[in-house]
């Protein structure tokens, strides 16, 4: 059985273009087309294969009759060798954009919620003190943003850490909690009616997040204590502009929102908020970032105007 090589063996054999090669047999699912793909001739990808193979001790990948499938060892050896090259590239980036004098640059991503609640207006506060400095925004679920800061694709996130499968390798800051209510569109029968009970909202058609996001568990824990079963489910998304629209669109869909989601909405009257009281609690957002990192001058100052914003509207 081969035998695992040692730290210093693997960074003292290892190169990042083998890293890419790597990548490439993965996506592409043989020598023959990851030769194509890097303008190398098959021999050449083979040979390349073996010698990373050895560099590691262990075999990557198996050979099938539907080409090259990754061994599990081979698989974490990827996902790590996207890690470093990603990283590789973040690092490209922000020196070029620092060698044109246009600053230094971050990634960030966030949850709904905590956009339209925090970052939105601490990114405007930011951009004031720090003009040169580009933040890439994403928008997105916590466990995409949880993957993204994991890969490296991302150097700070504004979400929870209940869905990762390890907490161990994130940095969790508390930032603020999160309240919820339900929205419909300005057009629906309940819109603007003084009290609104479950079982009158139960049977309309529901927007719902998807099944593995904290919302939609909160959402099913809050109509189970009410004892209703919630209606047809004709869209699952975890897009905020997508269940507005939608709602504005529809004079019965119903869904769950942040209350800052909602009511930055409502004041363009896109959607209206039900006098229905939510009593579940949502689980609290923060800060995240990668474990044993440290944060560069922007990155402290962006986390301070954060801060400061979340402190200001608790």
């Known amino acids: 059985m081969p035998q695992l090589a040692t730290l210093h063996a693997m960074g003292g054999r290892l190169k990042f273009k083998q ?17 194509l793909l890097l303008h190398m001739s098959q021999p050449g990808v ?22 090259l499938v990754p061994t599990d060892m081979g698989r974490c ?33 966030t949850i709904a919620g905590a956009l339209a609640a925090v970052l939105g207006s601490a990114l405007v506060a930011f951009h004031k ?18 993957e993204g800061l994991q890969s490296g694709v991302l150097d700070l996130a504004l979400c929870r850490t209940s869905v990762a499968r390890r907490t161990d390798i994130f940095e969790f800051e508390w930032l603020k909690e999160e309240e919820v209510a339900v929205a419909v ?18 049977p309309y058609p529901w927007i719902l997040f998807p099944g593995h996001m904290p919302l939609r568990t909160l959402l099913e824990r809050e109509a189970a204590s009410k004892g209703v079963v919630l209606g047809f489910r004709p869209v699952e998304t975890a897009s905020t502009f997508a269940t507005a629209l939608l709602l504005n669109q529809s004079p019965e869909m119903v869904a769950l929102m942040s209350l800052e989601t ?18 579940s609690n949502a689980e609290p957002y923060g800060l995240v970032t990668r474990a044993g990192g ?21």
């Open 185 to 202: 569109s300005p057009m629906h029968a309940l819109a603007g009616a003084q009290e609104v009970s479950w079982e009158q909202v139960a």
């Open 294 to 314: 440290s944060d560069s001058t922007v990155m402290a100052a962006l986390k301070a105007c954060i801060r400061k914003q979340a402190c200001r509207d608790s």
């Open 19 to 35: 890293l890419k090669l790597l990548i490439a047999i993965e996506d592409m699912g043989s020598v023959h087309q990851a030769a």
């Open 262 to 279: 909602l009511q930055f909405f409502e004041a363009s009257r896109t959607v209206s908020r039900l006098n229905l009281k939510v009593q």
């Open 129 to 146: 003190e720090h003009p040169d400095v580009t933040v890439e925004l994403q928008e997105g679920t916590s466990a995409d943003l949880l």
């Open 77 to 109: 050896a990827i996902r790590y060798a996207r890690l470093m090259l990603s990283s590789l590239s973040h690092m490209h980036e922000e020196l070029l954009g620092m060698s044109r004098t246009s600053g230094a640059r971050i990634a960030v991503g």
């Open 46 to 67: 083979s040979k390349a294969l073996k010698e990373i193979e050895e560099a590691i001790g262990v075999t990557l990948f198996a050979r099938t009759p539907q080409g």
